[in-house]
C-alpha cells in the first residue's frame, strides 16, 4: 500500500474571511485556495463570461488558416479533415466538419486505424486523399512532427493546416499554417487548449471572418458556434486539460450545452448509460462519456464513435449507441483482466523506481488503461507493451515529478517510433529481440532520477472540517466553483478524530464500505469506495482522521451530501 502524506492548508486569515460570513465555512477554504477575496473577484470566478475568450487572430496564423478554408469553401474545394483516434481527436474532428458543413464547405473526415496505421499521418493517407482530389487537408490532434507526411502532401499539391497542441518538434513540417498553443513563440494567451479547444478557436475565427457565415452565401444565426461546446468540453476534461483560464469558460458553458444537446448521438448513448443527461456534470464525461468514445478507438475503430457523434438520424444514433456500449463492456472485462496479469508480473520482481510488463496478448488499445491503473497503484512510472503483427508496442504512464518523455528521449534508439507527454507516452521498439535490453535499460535510468520521496503520495487538503460543515448549502457553493479537474481539482477536507460507530461492506463482491462516524456533534455515513481490503484501519469505536470530498449522493429521487473517503490514517 502506497503512504499518503497529508499537506492540510493553513487557515484563511481574520481578514480574509471578514467580507465572507455567510458564506459556508468549506466554500471559505477553496475561496482561500484561489485567493478569491473580493465579491468581484468570486464573481468573475462563478461566472466566467464567453466574451472573456481571446481574439482567436491572436495566434500567429490564424489569418492564413481562415483565409485558405474561406477560398475552399468560395470556390468548392474538396477539404479533409484528418484526426486521431482517441476523445480529444474524434471530438475535435466533428466540431471542424460539422462547422465547415454549416459554412457550406465540401468536406470528408478521416480517422486511422490504431493498430494498422498508428498515431499521426501517414503517406498512403496523403496519397488517397490526392487522388481523391482533397485540396485543403486540416489535422487535428496530430500533424506537428509530421514533417515527412506533410511533405509528401505539399508535393501532391494538398495546401496543409494543422490544429494541434503538442510539443514542438526540433523540425516542423512545411505546412501552410499551424496552430497551437503550446508553442514557445505563440502569441495566443492561453496555451493549455486541448485539440477541440484550437478547433473551437478556429471556428471562432471564421465565424468572425464571414460574419456568421454572410459573406460566404452561408448566414448562420448568431452564437450557433456555441453549439459545439458540448464537444469541446468532452474533449477538454477526457484529454485531462488545465480547468483553469479559458478551458473553464470552454467546459463550464460545454456543460450547459451538453444537459441539452441537440445531438441523438449524446442522447442515445445517455440513454443506454441509464444516466441522466441534465445532470452530466464533468465527472459524467471523465468516467462514462470519454471511456466509451475512446473505446471505439481501442477495440474497434474511432469512425464508430465520430459517426454517432455526427449522426442527424436517431434510430442509426441509437443504434450506433448500443454498439459503442457493447464494445465498452468488452474493453473493462479486458483492462481488468489485463491489469491483474501485470500486477503479478511485476509482484514477482519488483523494482523501487519503475515497473514493466509484457504479454503477446493483451489487446493494443488497452495498454495505456492497465499502465495507468499500475501508476497510480504503485506509485512509480510503468510501461506495458503487448504484440501486434511481429512488433512490440507499449504504452507508458508517469507520476508526477517524473518526466517520462525526456528519459523516452534519451533511449531513442530503441525506438522504430515514440511520442507523447511529459505523464503518458506510447511507443513501438525496432526489434521485437530488444525488449529485454530496453526493459532494463528503463529501469536503470528511472532510477538515476528517482528520489525515495518520490513513492509517497501527497494529498493537498484545503483545510480541516466538521461533518455539520457539509450542509447542502455548502455543496451548492462547492458546485459553483466548478467544473473539477486538472489544476483545479475537487477539495479534500480532512476530518480529525472521528469516532468510527459502524463499518459495512458494500458491493457483491464486498470491495467498498460504508462508514458510520462520529465528530462529538452529529454522526455521518461515508462511502469508501475500494476500501474494503482497508477495513481493518477503521477498529469500531477508535478515532480516525479522514481525508474526504465531499459530493451529492442521488439515489430513487433523492439528493443528499454524501462524503467520499480519500484516504484514513489513525489519530494521534
Given at each position: ?144 512532427s509530421n514533417v515527412e507526411e506533410i511533405n509528401t502532401a505539399k508535393s501532391l499539391g494538398l495546401d496543409v493546416i494543422v490544429?494541434d497542441h503538442h510539443h514542438q518538434p526540433a523540425e516542423l513540417p512545411p505546412a501552410d499554417a499551424i496552430i497551437n498553443p ?146 465498452n463492456q468488452d474493453r473493462q472485462q479486458l483492462t481488468e483482466m489485463a491489469t491483474a496479469e501485470a500486477l503479478e508480473q ?227
Amino acid at each position: 500500500m502506497i503512504k499518503s502524506i497529508w499537506h492540510i492548508a493553513d487557515e484563511p486569515t481574520a481578514e480574509f474571511v471578514r467580507d465572507l460570513v455567510a458564506t459556508p465555512r468549506i466554500a471559505q477554504l477553496v475561496l482561500w485556495r484561489h485567493q478569491l477575496a473580493s465579491p468581484e473577484a468570486i464573481r468573475d470566478f462563478l461566472e466566467p463570461e464567453y466574451s472573456h475568450l481571446a481574439d482567436p487572430f491572436l495566434f500567429k496564423q490564424m489569418h492564413v488558416a481562415t483565409d485558405r478554408i474561406i477560398k475552399a469553401i468560395t470556390e468548392h474545394e474538396p477539404i479533409t479533415v484528418y484526426g486521431d483516434y482517441d476523445a480529444d481527436g474524434v471530438t475535435s474532428t466533428a466540431v471542424v466538419v460539422e462547422a465547415l458543413r454549416a459554412l457550406g464547405a465540401n468536406v470528408s473526415w478521416y480517422l486511422p486505424e490504431r493498430l494498422s496505421e498508428g498515431y499521426g499521418l501517414n503517406v498512403q493517407a496523403m496519397k488517397s486523399f490526392a487522388e481523391q482530389g482533397t485540396k485543403v487537408l486540416v489535422t487535428v490532434d496530430c500533424g506537428t512532427s509530421n514533417v515527412e507526411e506533410i511533405n509528401t502532401a505539399k508535393s501532391l499539391g494538398l495546401d496543409v493546416i494543422v490544429l494541434d497542441h503538442h510539443h514542438q518538434p526540433a523540425e516542423l513540417p512545411p505546412a501552410d499554417a499551424i496552430i497551437n498553443p503550446v508553442f514557445p513563440k505563440e502569441t495566443y494567451p492561453f496555451r493549455g487548449l486541448s485539440s477541440a479547444g484550437v478547433a473551437f478557436a478556429l471556428v471562432r475565427a471564421l465565424v468572425i471572418a464571414t460574419n456568421n457565415g454572410e459573406k460566404i452565401g452561408k448566414p448562420q444565426t448568431p452564437g450557433w458556434e456555441k453549439w459545439l461546446l458540448d464537444l469541446v468540453a468532452i474533449s477538454t476534461v477526457a484529454d485531462m486539460m488545465p480547468l483553469h483560464g479559458e478551458n473553464r469558460i470552454l467546459v463550464r458553458f460545454g456543460l450547459m450545452v451538453l444537459r441539452k444537446t441537440k445531438r441523438p448521438g449524446i442522447r442515445a448513448l445517455f440513454a443506454v448509460m441509464g444516466s441522466q443527461l441534465d445532470r452530466a456534470d464533468e465527472h459524467t464525461i471523465g468516467y462514462h462519456l470519454a471511456p466509451r468514445i475512446n473505446a471505439a478507438g481501442r477495440l474497434h475503430h474511432a469512425s464508430l464513435a465520430l459517426e454517432l457523434l455526427l449522426s442527424t438520424d436517431p434510430a442509426i444514433a441509437q443504434q450506433l449507441a448500443e454498439q459503442l456500449q457493447g464494445i465498452n463492456q468488452d474493453r473493462q472485462q479486458l483492462t481488468e483482466m489485463a491489469t491483474a496479469e501485470a500486477l503479478e508480473q511485476v509482484e514477482v520482481s519488483p523494482h523501487p523506481a519503475a515497473a514493466t510488463a509484457f504479454a503477446p496478448h493483451w489487446s493494443p488499445g488497452i495498454l495505456g488503461l492497465v499502465a495507468g491503473r499500475l501508476a497510480d497503484r504503485l506509485w512509480r512510472p510503468v510501461l506495458v507493451m503487448s504484440e501486434n503483427d511481429g512488433e512490440i508496442i507499449g504504452s507508458g504512464r508517469s507520476v508526477p515529478g517524473v518526466n517520462i518523455m525526456s528519459v523516452m528521449d534519451d533511449g531513442r534508439e530503441f525506438f522504430l517510433r515514440y511520442g507523447g507527454h511529459p505523464g503518458a507516452c506510447g511507443f513501438t521498439l525496432v526489434s521485437p529481440d530488444k525488449r529485454e535490453a530496453f526493459e532494463g535499460w528503463f529501469r536503470e535510468r528511472m532510477a538515476k532520477e528517482w528520489e525515495p520521496s518520490a513513492s509517497t503520495k501527497t494529498l493537498e487538503l484545503v483545510g480541516r472540517a466538521a461533518l455539520q460543515d457539509f450542509s447542502p448549502d455548502a455543496l451548492d457553493f462547492l458546485d459553483q466553483l466548478g467544473p473539477y479537474g486538472m489544476e483545479n481539482i475537487r477539495p479534500l477536507f480532512a476530518i480529525e478524530k472521528a469516532r468510527v460507530q459502524r463499518v459495512d461492506a458494500v458491493g457483491s463482491d464486498g470491495q467498498h464500505i460504508r462508514l458510520t462516524i462520529s465528530d462529538g456533534n452529529e454522526s455521518r455515513q461515508c462511502i469508501g469506495f475500494r476500501f474494503g481490503t482497508r477495513r481493518n484501519e477503521f477498529p469500531i469505536g477508535e478515532h480516525i482522521d479522514l481525508a474526504v470530498e465531499a459530493t451529492w449522493n442521488i439515489w430513487q429521487g433523492r439528493k443528499q451530501p454524501q462524503l467520499r473517503i480519500i484516504d484514513v490514517r489513525p489519530h494521534v
